[in-house]
């Protein structure tokens, strides 16, 4: 099943087209909640017909992994 949490795709559309995202939640409306690696502050919703879906699948509560797989680097305290 493509339309799964954890599932890592790549945005196809829009102001961040080709950074990739990962699926924190679907919405019974058909719709996916996403965080992307160029807008990685805040959760938002998303059509998944502006996705490309990736065969990666993590876990989207284990921020470590998330921040990997998008290429953000946490800045040393």
């Given amino acids: 099943m493509l339309l799964e ?3 890592v795709c790549v945005k ?5 087209a080709g950074s990739r995202a990962v699926i924190t939640a679907v919405l019974p409306d ?4 996403i965080i992307s690696a160029s807008r990685s502050k805040k959760e938002r919703r998303c059509n998944p017909k502006h996705l490309e879906f990736l ?3 993590i876990d989207p509560k284990n921020k470590e992994q998330v921040n990997k797989t998008l290429g953000i680097m946490e800045r040393m305290k």
């Fill in 5 to 7: 949490v954890g599932r």
């Fill in 12 to 16: 196809k559309y829009g102001r961040d």
């Fill in 30 to 33: 058909g719709f996916v909640n």
């Fill in 55 to 57: 065969k990666e699948v």
